[in-house]
Structures are given as C-alpha cells and as structure tokens.
C-alpha cells in the first residue's frame, strides 16, 4: 500500500482549506438566522410576548423578530400559534372549545419546522389555563409536544396547581407557573404550589419577584433551582424606591440581573432565561432593537469584555 507523504505545502494548504470549509458553515448559518444566543453555558432567549408592540403580528413574522434579536430560542406567545393553527375568530368559549379539541396538529407541525428552519428553539408554550376544559387543556400538550416545547405556562396559583397537576403528569410535559406581584403577598407560597406534583415548574420572573418583595431573587432561585424551568429576565427597581416596582431599561433598575445570569452560570444549572421587554421603548428604537440590546447585555455579564456597571 503506497504511503502518503506530508509535506509542509500541503499540510498548509489542507489547514486552508478546512478553515474555508468552517468559515463556509458559520456563514451559512448566520445568513439563515441560526445564531446562538447561549453565552458561557447560560441559554438567553426571550418571550414574544416582547415583540407585542411590533406592527405586524402574524407567527412568520414574530419569527423574523426573533431572529433580527439574535435569539435562538423563545418562550411562544399561544396566541399566535392558535391563530397560524386557523382558530375561529369568536369570542364563544364552546366554539374556541371545539376547535380545540377537534384541530389537526398539522399546522403545529408546520409551525416547529418552520422555527427549526431560522434555528430558534420553542422552549416553552404560553398557552393554556386551569379554567379550560378538559379536552382544551389536552389540546394544549398536544400543541406543545408537536411544537417541541419542554412544557406550557401559565400565571401561578394553587388552584392551578391542583388542577393541572395530574395533566402534567399524563403528558409527561411541564405545567410552568408564572408569579407577577404574588410573592408579596405573605400568605403566598411557592413551595406551596410545588407540592402538588413533581412535574409542575416555575417561570420565575426575577423582575416581578424583586419589585414586589425587595429581596434578592438568587436567594429564592438557590433554593429551588431544581423546580425551575425559566427565569424571565427584567429590570426593576424595588418596592421602597422613589419610583417603586417600576420596569427600567437592563443596567438602569435594581433586580440583581447580572449576578442572575452569573449564579446559573457558575452552578450550570439547565435553566433557560428569557428577556421580558416591559419598560418604554425610546424614541427612535422599537421593541426588536431592545430584545436585541437586552439580549447583548445578558451576553456581557456571561462572557464580559468589561465589567458591566449600573448606570443611575
């Protein structure tokens, strides 16, 4: 068998020629909006929920949204998808309840290739609600396990808790429970909804927590970062500020966001973190320029160049 002989020419030309190959590849998959929002181990998407002051507000181009933010992955508005999905335009819960539980998941199906296609994720599926019926709310895994997505979310309460818990656990899907102002409530409890089953998570909004109690959320998210799903990521300041609870552009609040993003970090925990733009978009900008600052403010405090400071 004859040897092949390795020269110096053409080792370098081999070298060259692998480096095109790659730098080919990476090209591709940023001209076909596949860019990687996980930074230093942390996965940063955001919630479309995000996009909602955008002028048009059909899947495909919420889609575009998300990629022009350079995201990778995205907690969905249900909304949306119900709508591409052909949902009736009426307000008759028994309507919407038919269609519901009679829809093909082939529209779902279109919906997932065509997120995988632009190289965003569907983490997480804001659809569904303990007031629903059964067979809605069957729909709703449906729609979710079609889509890909860990799980669906919904605003928190032990009421939900109870009622979805045995729904999670004969999808084998996440119910994800959302907190606004409730932790400032001293009669509320996290642990308490929890309770009810082992496939019930939290969305915990880091944002909402501290604007409403002042305290630190890595506290809470030590302690129950095993029941946490997602975190969605604001800035706000605290209850006893002089504008109190009020949503701040990321930098310019007082929710500990960077040590955050540092704490799930450094303890590699799988927990997604979404952007949730809520405070007032400047003059000038619109919502996909913020996603897309708020997302490379996120990346910095993962991967930092420079030391990220407050601004007040």
């Known amino acids: 068998m004859k040897q092949i002989k390795w020269t110096m020419p053409s080792v370098a030309k081999t070298t060259i020629i692998m480096v ?6 990476v090209t591709s998959a940023i001209a076909a909006g596949k860019q990687s929002s996980k930074f230093g181990g942390v996965q940063i998407g955001a919630i479309t929920y995000s996009f909602r002051s955008m002028p048009d507000q059909s899947l495909p181009v919420i889609l575009n949204y998300a990629v022009q933010s350079g995201l990778s992955s995205v907690e969905l508005m249900g909304s949306a998808v119900e709508q591409f ?4 335009q009426s307000s008759d819960s028994k309507i919407l309840a038919q269609w519901r539980t009679s829809v093909s998941m082939d529209k779902f199906g279109e919906i997932r290739k065509m997120f995988n296609d ?3 994720k569907i983490d997480i599926l804001k659809l569904g609600s303990h007031n629903w019926t059964d067979g809605e709310i069957d729909f709703a895994f449906r729609a979710c396990k079609t889509l890909g997505a860990r799980g669906i979310t919904m605003e928190v309460s032990e009421e939900a808790a109870k009622r979805m818990a045995p729904f999670a656990e004969k999808h084998k899907l996440y119910v994800i429970f959302h907190n606004h102002g409730q932790p400032g409530d001293p009669k509320f409890s996290f642990d308490k909804v929890l309770a009810y089953g082992p496939m019930l998570m939290l969305n915990l909004d880091a944002g909402h927590y501290y604007g409403a109690t002042g305290k630190d959320p890595c506290e809470l998210i030590e302690r129950l970062h095993n029941r946490i799903a997602s975190i969605h990521i604001k800035d706000k300041t605290g209850p006893k500020a002089a504008d109190p ?11 500990p966001v960077v040590e ?5 970090q450094k303890n590699k925990w799988h927990i997604t973190c979404d952007v949730e733009l809520e405070y007032s978009i400047p003059e000038g900008s619109d ?4 996603v897309a600052e708020c997302v ?9 160049k420079k030391k990220i400071k407050r601004t007040t």
Do not use: S
């Open 287 to 290: 919502a996909v320029k913020e």
């Open 245 to 255: 609870n009020k949503n701040m552009q990321f930098g310019k609040g007082e929710t």
């Open 118 to 120: 632009r190289g965003v």
């Open 20 to 25: 095109l190959i790659a730098v080919f590849f």
């Open 296 to 304: 490379e403010y996120c990346r910095a405090a993962l991967v930092p």
């Open 85 to 88: 999905a052909g949902i009736p």
């Open 260 to 264: 955050v993003l540092q704490l799930i």
